[in-house]
């Protein structure tokens, strides 16, 4: 079953439906889940918009490129609205600037860390848990590289 992905695009991005599609997908494939019914909700925005949510939620004053607010305890068993990721274009185009890397790839790479971190991944749990996150999360984006999905 496909992830459905609710998009909210608040700086008319341009970004295909289909690349928050294949990645979602990627995630479950590399985790081995099947989800009867699965969503996510994305909302794509500016720094000033993600500011703000990351002042609101996490008490921290600055612009960020990914958020993720998780909806479920255990999403490996209950599925359904797995919860909300955050990202702002604005970050992802200076990243991938600086890294000389695709708008696209750039956007997967946070797309993929906001979804780990909706199935219980957290990178901020300690060293153990960051190397953990940051290599799955750096083989799921390899993978769709060489599939050709993602530049």
């Keep these: 079953m496909k992830a459905e992905i609710l998009i909210t695009d608040e700086v ?4 295909a439906e289909e690349l928050f599609r294949q990645a979602a997908d990627a995630v479950f494939e590399e985790l081995e ?3 009867e019914e699965c969503e996510v909700s994305l909302l794509i925005c500016d720094d000033a918009q993600i500011k703000e949510l990351n002042r609101e939620y996490r008490q921290k004053d600055y612009a960020t490129d990914v958020l993720s607010f998780p909806m479920t ?3 490996y068993t209950e599925g359904g609205m797995l919860g909300d ?3 702002s274009l604005d970050t992802a185009k200076k990243q991938a600037s600086e890294a000389d890397i695709a708008l696209e790839r750039e956007i997967s790479f946070l797309f993929i860390h906001g979804l780990l971190h909706l ?3 957290d990178h901020e ?3 153990e848990e960051e190397e953990e ?3 799955l999360q750096e083989e799921i984006l390899l993978k769709l590289v060489k599939s ?3 530049a």
């Design 12 to 15: 008319e991005s341009g970004l």
């Design 33 to 35: 889940i099947e989800f």
């Design 73 to 75: 305890e255990d999403p």
């Design 85 to 87: 990721i955050v990202i």
């Design 119 to 121: 199935m219980g991944f």
């Design 125 to 127: 749990l300690g060293q």
């Design 133 to 135: 996150m940051f290599t």
């Design 148 to 150: 050709g999905k993602v």
